[in-house]
């Protein structure tokens, strides 16, 4: 008796374990490979030319959040990461690449990396644009009757209360910011001449915005008639009916280049997913999708390049680079002359 009670509990046990093995099996198979980009017009640009052209689509999920929550989630998930791929702009990816949280992307496994202009690939191997665009100047056409042609027109007489600039809390800014201390001699290492300008905007005008919704906002209220912005959502908004005749402009001293970058998570759940999918991200139908939808330049140089983005985003080597290892090493201290200078 002893002995068949001894069989028939390791009977059950084994078949416990087993169920157990498959649904633990399943349940890696159902895994979905966590994606994380943006919100707002950018994120849902990704959505319609990345993910709905993928075959895959119904094994990803989508999560939204800017760079800065994005990367400070990925730091508190280092031990078990639960997510795969990562966008991120330039701003951020000095942190990004010395962290330790990011893979490098093996051609092997994503053959498109080959058809990416090798002057976008500036970060070790550890990220990959799917496209770039630019950062310039957006205005409205019908209140400006002579068209801005130079960062400096940001504070011509003829715009004084009608022009804002984004605050130091939107990363892009630092662009920006760099184009006008150029103007006075200076430039991110030397911001000063810049800041000053950035004041006077403040100033003279509603203010500066640290969300797009709020520059989009004013433009459409006429608050504003011009702001420093990304052309890919610039070229987005012009066929918005409810905003005034919007042009975009590639300021004379240049414009600056905007890659938005997309990683892979080290020791991510799903690392031959996160392969195909970026490999597809980089591919020709999904390029041709962002042409269409997110207004700027393919990553990948097999893709042909309308004439209007073309003309709003300069190749990579026309366009300027800010040194973003300088920035990340002197973040707080330009960041509290900002706050000193700008928004005192």
Same mark, same amino acid.
Request: charged share 20%; proline share 6%; hydrophobic share 45%.
């Given at each position: 008796?002893?002995?068949?009670?001894?069989?028939?509990?390791?009977?059950?046990?084994?078949?416990?374990?087993?169920?157990?093995?498959?649904?633990?099996?399943?349940?890696?198979?159902?895994?979905?490979?966590?994606?994380?980009?943006?919100? %707002?017009?950018?994120?849902?640009?990704?959505?319609?030319?990345?993910?709905?052209?993928?075959?895959?689509?119904?094994?990803?999920?989508?999560?939204?959040?800017?760079?800065?929550?994005?990367?400070?989630?990925?730091?508190?998930?280092?031990?078990?990461?639960?997510?795969?791929?990562?966008?991120?702009?330039?701003?951020?990816? #000095?942190?990004?690449?010395?962290? %330790?949280?990011?893979?490098?992307?093996? #051609?092997?496994?994503?053959?498109?990396?080959?058809?990416?202009?090798?002057?976008?690939?500036?970060?070790?191997? !550890?990220?990959?644009?799917?496209?770039?665009?630019?950062?310039?100047?957006?205005?409205?056409?019908?209140?400006?009757?002579?068209?801005?042609?130079?960062? %400096?027109?940001?504070?011509?007489?003829?715009?004084?209360?009608?022009?804002?600039? #984004?605050? /130091?809390?939107?990363?892009?800014?630092?662009?920006?910011?760099?184009?006008?201390?150029?103007?006075?001699?200076?430039?991110?290492?030397?911001?000063?001449?810049?800041?000053?300008?950035?004041? !006077? /905007?403040?100033? +003279?005008?509603?203010?500066?915005?640290?969300?797009? +919704?709020?520059?989009?906002?004013?433009?459409?209220?006429?608050?504003?008639?011009?702001?420093?912005?990304?052309?890919?959502?610039?070229?987005?908004?012009?066929?918005?009916?409810?905003?005034?005749?919007?042009?975009?402009?590639? #300021?004379?001293?240049?414009?600056?280049?905007?890659?938005?970058?997309?990683?892979?998570?080290?020791?991510?759940?799903?690392?031959?997913?996160?392969?195909?999918?970026?490999?597809?991200?980089?591919?020709?139908?999904?390029?041709?999708?962002?042409?269409?939808?997110?207004? +700027?330049?393919?990553?990948?140089?097999?893709?042909?390049?309308?004439?209007?983005?073309?003309?709003?985003?300069?190749?990579?080597?026309?366009?300027?680079?800010?040194?973003?290892?300088?920035?990340?090493?002197?973040?707080?201290?330009?960041?509290?002359?900002?706050?000193? /200078?700008?928004?005192?």
């Amino acid at each position: 008796m002893s002995h068949d009670l001894t069989r028939r509990m390791l009977l059950a046990s084994g078949a416990a374990a087993a169920v157990s093995s498959l649904a633990g099996t399943a349940g890696a198979q159902e895994a979905k490979l966590a994606v994380s980009w943006y919100p %707002g017009l950018l994120g849902a640009n990704f959505k319609r030319a990345f993910l709905d052209t993928f075959a895959e689509k119904d094994k990803v999920q989508v999560t939204e959040a800017w760079d800065s929550p994005r990367f400070t989630q990925m730091q508190a998930g280092r031990a078990r990461p639960n997510t795969d791929v990562a966008a991120f702009i330039d701003v951020l990816m #000095p942190l990004v690449a010395r962290s %330790g949280l990011v893979a490098r992307l093996d #051609p092997a496994k994503i053959p498109n990396l080959a058809k990416v202009d090798p002057a976008l690939l500036i970060w070790d191997g !550890q990220a990959v644009p799917a496209a770039y665009g630019s950062w310039g100047i957006v205005y409205n056409a019908k209140r400006v009757t002579t068209p801005l042609k130079s960062w %400096g027109d940001l504070l011509r007489a003829d715009l004084k209360g009608r022009v804002s600039h #984004p605050n /130091i809390t939107y990363n892009s800014s630092v662009y920006s910011l760099d184009a006008l201390a150029r103007l006075g001699g200076g430039g991110l290492k030397s911001p000063e001449a810049g800041m000053k300008a950035i004041r !006077q /905007i403040r100033t +003279s005008g509603p203010g500066l915005w640290e969300q797009e +919704s709020v520059a989009v906002g004013w433009l459409k209220t006429e608050e504003i008639w011009a702001t420093p912005y990304f052309s890919g959502n610039v070229l987005a908004l012009m066929q918005d009916r409810d905003l005034p005749e919007l042009k975009f402009v590639v #300021p004379e001293e240049g414009a600056y280049a905007v890659p938005l970058n997309v990683t892979k998570v080290a020791n991510s759940q799903n690392p031959a997913l996160a392969d195909r999918f970026i490999d597809h991200l980089l591919g020709t139908e999904a390029q041709a999708a962002w042409i269409v939808n997110g207004r +700027s330049r393919p990553a990948n140089r097999d893709v042909p390049v309308p004439r209007d983005i073309a003309d709003s985003v300069p190749e990579i080597s026309r366009l300027h680079r800010i040194d973003w290892q300088y920035f990340a090493e002197n973040r707080n201290a330009l960041v509290n002359a900002w706050n000193e /200078i700008v928004n005192r």
